[in-house]
């Protein structure tokens, strides 16, 4: 009988997503990994598991470049876990509907999806930013959540 290879820790997992993303900053200027951190204990308080926490830590890897997907495949993280980081990567010219589509039909995609658009939409965020830019982020998060069935009250 063999070993199961071994997975990365989410400490170690951390650690690859803080290095990737070493100097890049969000659209408010704050570094990048206050919001996978954000992101990432957000998948938590929601009862994520471990596969999505680690999801959420590389949630925007591929998508930013910080990674490539080749990395990806080849990294020592479950299928579940790839599976879901490549469906929360936005492609280049997608649909917003063909997007959504990939996360609901991707298990524990939605849930690191609707951390994302949490901290995102944070109405502390948004208030540092210009007001054209909060609001076309406003209205860019509540149709993501509406085709995510994830309309929310007041919003």
């Known amino acids: 009988m063999t070993d199961a290879p071994r997975t990365l820790t989410l400490t170690e997992v951390e650690a690859l997503a803080r ?3 070493e100097g890049q900053t969000d659209k408010a200027g704050r570094p990048y990994a206050e919001h996978l951190q ?3 204990e957000g998948v938590r308080a929601r009862g994520g598991d471990a596969e999505q926490i680690a999801a959420a830590w590389l949630h925007d890897a591929v998508e930013d470049d910080a990674l490539s997907a ?3 495949e080849e990294a020592a993280l479950s299928r579940r876990t ?3 980081v490549l469906a929360v990567t936005k492609r280049a010219g997608e649909p917003p509907e063909a997007y959504a589509g990939r996360i609901l039909a991707t ?3 939605l849930l690191v999806k ?3 658009l949490a901290h995102n939409a944070d109405p502390a965020r948004l208030a540092v930013l210009d007001e054209e830019t909060r609001k076309r982020l406003t209205e860019k998060y509540a149709r993501m959540r509406a085709l995510l069935g994830q309309v929310r ?3």
């Open 19 to 21: 290095t990737a993303h």
């Open 38 to 40: 954000a992101v990432a």
């Open 70 to 72: 080749h990395w990806l």
């Open 82 to 84: 790839k599976d879901i």
């Open 107 to 109: 298990p524990g995609a």
């Open 114 to 116: 609707e951390s994302d």
């Open 153 to 155: 009250q007041g919003s």
